[in-house]
C-alpha cells in the first residue's frame, strides 16, 4: 500500500484509493493461485516436468511484462540460474524452496504493478472522454515524402531539417498526458521521439482561435503534473513572448530529472 501511494501520489487522493483497491484486489487473486501453486510444487518436488513449465510460464510473463528489455533483467535471469543450478544438483529442498517463492514473488509483484498501470491508463483515457472534445481528424493521417510531412485532413504540411525526424503519435501514457490531441512529434532522433530537442503538435478543434491564456493553463497543468509526479524540478515560468511580433507563447524552464547530462 505505501508503495502504490507513493507511486501514485501525484494524482487526486479519490483516484489513489480506486486503484490501490483494484491493483491490491488483483494481488489477494493472485495469491489465492500462488498459495495453490505453492502446494502442488510442494508435492511435487523435483520433478522436472512441472518444475520446468512453472519456469517457463514465469519466463513468459516476465519477457511479455518488459523484464528482459534492459541489461539488468537479463542480468538478474543469468545470476539467478548460476545460484540456482548447483542446489538443484544437489536436491537442497531449503533452497529450491526459497527459489520458488522468490519466483512466485517477483512475478506478483510485476503482475500487480502491470495491473496498476493498465488501472491508471484507463482512468486517465476516461478522464480525456470525459473533459476533452472528441478528435475530429485522423493522428495517423500524415504522408511521409522524404523530409516533406503533410496531413490531409488539416492542410498542413511540414518540411523537416536534415537532422529533425517526424514521429506519428503512439498510445503511450507519456504521450497523452499534455494539453488537448497530440497529432504528431518532430524528434532530433529517428527512434525516439522523447529525445530532445522535440517539438509536438496539436490539434485543437475550434471555429475561431483558440484563447492563448486557455491553451496555457492547459499545458501547465501538465507540467505540473509531471513535476509532482518527480519526472522534473525547479519549474519556473518566464512570461510571455512574441515571435516577430505574430506568434505568441508562454514559456517555461524546468531540470528533467530523467536526462539529467543532457538536459535542462
Same mark, same amino acid.
Given at each position: 500500500?505505501?508503495?502504490i501511494?507513493?507511486h501514485?501520489?501525484h494524482l487526486p487522493l479519490?483516484i489513489?484509493?480506486?486503484?490501490?483497491?483494484f491493483?491490491?484486489?488483483?494481488?489477494m487473486f493472485?495469491?489465492i493461485?500462488s498459495?495453490q501453486?505453492?502446494r502442488?510444487l510442494f508435492?511435487?518436488?523435483?520433478h522436472?516436468?512441472?518444475?520446468l513449465?512453472?519456469?517457463?510460464?514465469?519466463?513468459?510473463?516476465y519477457?511479455?511484462?518488459?523484464?528482459?528489455?534492459?541489461r539488468?533483467?537479463?542480468?538478474?535471469?543469468?545470476?539467478?540460474?548460476f545460484?540456482?543450478?548447483?542446489f538443484r544438483f544437489?536436491k537442497n529442498?531449503i533452497?529450491?524452496?526459497?527459489?520458488?517463492?522468490?519466483?512466485?514473488?517477483?512475478?506478483?509483484?510485476l503482475?500487480?504493478?502491470?495491473v496498476?498501470?493498465?488501472?491508471?491508463?484507463f482512468l486517465?483515457?476516461?478522464?480525456?472522454?470525459?473533459?476533452?472534445?472528441?478528435l475530429s481528424?485522423?493522428?495517423q493521417n500524415?504522408?511521409?515524402e522524404?523530409?516533406k510531412v503533410?496531413?490531409? *485532413?488539416?492542410s498542413?504540411?511540414l518540411y523537416?531539417?536534415?537532422?529533425m525526424?517526424f514521429?506519428?503519435?503512439s498510445?503511450?501514457?507519456? *504521450?497523452?498526458t499534455?494539453?488537448?490531441?497530440?497529432?504528431g512529434?518532430?524528434?532530433?532522433?529517428?527512434?525516439?521521439p522523447?529525445?530532445y530537442?522535440?517539438?509536438?503538435?496539436?490539434?485543437?478543434?475550434s471555429?475561431?482561435?483558440?484563447?492563448l491564456?486557455?491553451?496555457?493553463?492547459?499545458f501547465e497543468n501538465y507540467?505540473?503534473?509531471?513535476k509532482?509526479?518527480?519526472?522534473i524540478?525547479?519549474l519556473?515560468?518566464?512570461?510571455?513572448h512574441?515571435?516577430?511580433?505574430?506568434?505568441?507563447?508562454?514559456?517555461?524552464?524546468?531540470?528533467d530529472v530523467?536526462?539529467p547530462?543532457t538536459?535542462?
Open positions: 500500500m505505501p508503495f501511494y507513493f501514485e501520489r479519490g489513489i484509493l480506486v486503484l490501490l483497491i491493483s491490491l484486489t488483483f494481488s493472485l495469491g493461485i498459495l501453486s505453492i502442488f508435492q511435487k518436488e523435483f522436472v516436468e512441472w518444475e513449465g512453472f519456469y517457463l510460464i514465469n519466463l513468459a510473463l519477457y511479455l511484462l518488459g523484464l528482459f528489455e534492459n539488468a533483467g537479463i542480468l538478474l535471469l543469468i545470476f539467478c540460474i545460484i540456482y543450478l548447483p544437489w529442498r533452497f529450491y524452496r526459497i527459489f520458488i517463492l522468490g519466483v512466485l514473488a517477483l512475478t506478483n509483484g503482475l500487480t504493478f502491470q496498476l498501470r493498465s488501472g491508471e491508463w486517465f483515457h476516461l478522464q480525456l472522454k470525459l473533459q476533452q472534445q472528441k481528424i485522423d493522428p500524415w504522408e511521409i522524404g523530409k503533410t496531413h490531409k *485532413e488539416i498542413l504540411t523537416l531539417s536534415e537532422n525526424f514521429h506519428k503519435p498510445n503511450t501514457l507519456g *504521450e497523452y499534455n494539453t488537448r490531441n497530440l497529432i512529434i518532430i524528434s532530433n532522433s529517428d527512434s525516439d522523447s529525445i530537442p522535440y517539438i509536438k503538435i496539436y490539434f485543437i478543434p471555429i475561431l482561435y483558440s484563447d491564456e486557455s491553451i496555457s493553463q492547459e507540467l505540473s503534473f509531471e509532482n509526479r518527480g519526472d524540478e525547479s519556473e515560468s518566464i512570461g510571455e512574441s515571435l516577430k511580433e505574430k506568434h505568441k507563447g508562454k514559456f517555461w524552464i524546468f531540470y530523467l536526462r547530462k538536459a535542462k
